[in-house]
Nanobody
Framework: QVQLVESGGGLVQAGGSLRLTCADSGRTFSSYAMGWFRQAPGKEREFVAGIRRTGIITRYADSVKGRFTISRDNVKNMVYLQMNSLKPEDTAVYYC?????????????????WGQGTQVTVSS
């Protein structure tokens, strides 16, 4: 069983940084590709970043490339999202998710487990 809990959200000024953390209390964390998604008010949830099981291969949405970095620690059962150079348009609820898929897919339908989300607000 996978149980995901996000933390690290908050209010930050434009240009600032935040690091989101997603912890899994289960025993099979390394068996899953992990992803970060976000949903802004009035918008659909969108893919932000993904990382394969071993952590070697990552994938990013064009809107965050060069600013966000996803990583994971399979010993601590955690996945991270380092967000730098934040913009007001990054404001959203951020969710981590786990997928049984081999690849780090951007399709939310490929993800089997979801956290409850953490709010990120970037002020201008």
């Amino acid at each position: 069983q996978v149980q995901l809990v996000e933390s690290g959200g908050g209010l930050v000024q434009a240009g600032g940084s935040l690091r989101l953390t997603c912890a899994d209390s289960g025993r099979t964390f390394s068996s899953y590709a992990m992803g970060w998604f976000r949903q802004a008010p009035g918008k659909e949830r969108e893919f932000v970043a993904g990382i394969r099981r071993t952590g070697i291969i990552t994938r990013y949405a064009d809107s965050v490339k060069g600013r966000f970095t996803i990583s994971r620690d399979n010993v601590k059962n955690m996945v991270y999202l380092q967000m730098n150079s934040l913009k007001p348009e990054d404001t959203a609820v951020y969710y981590c998710a786990a997928s049984r898929a081999v690849i780090n897919t951007p399709n939310e339908l490929d993800y089997d487990y979801w956290g409850q989300g953490t709010q990120v607000t970037v002020s201008s």
